[in-house]
């Protein structure tokens, strides 16, 4: 299974960008959480958002209000929309899920490739 992040891309201050995720290459049994991160050359990666297999979320404290984390199950797809961008927002996004690929088998947790947001001018 590998999750395939898209929707990076250069944007001006102000402007927003809708970022998805969703798996590929191998059976899914079932999904629990699913997350966005973030991580800056030098910096460790951050936890931005989280949503759980019944819509439960929660937000950092530097984005919240102005992202919005969502997930459509019959897709498995989470995405996350991002308003009011700053330049501070610039980084490489990530998204991960725990994710069963049988019912017999554990918890994983699958991250993807990683999307390049930037914010400028």
């Known amino acids: 299974v590998q999750l395939q992040a898209s929707g990076g891309g250069l944007v001006q201050p102000g402007g927003s960008l809708r970022l998805s995720c969703a798996p590929s290459g191998g059976s899914i049994f079932s999904i629990d959480v699913m997350g966005w991160y973030r991580q800056t050359p030098g910096k460790q990666r951050e936890l931005l958002s989280k949503i759980t297999s019944a819509g439960s979320t929660n937000y950092a404290d530097s984005v919240k209000g102005r992202f919005t984390i969502s997930r459509d199950n019959p897709s498995k797809t989470v995405s996350l929309q991002m308003n009011n961008l700053t330049p501070d927002d610039t980084a490489v996004y990530y998204c991960?899920?725990?994710?069963?690929?049988?019912?017999?088998?554990?918890?994983?947790?699958?991250w993807g490739q990683g999307t390049q947001v930037t914010v400028s001018s």
């Open positions: 991960n899920a725990d994710i069963r690929t049988t019912w017999f088998s554990n918890w994983r947790t699958y």
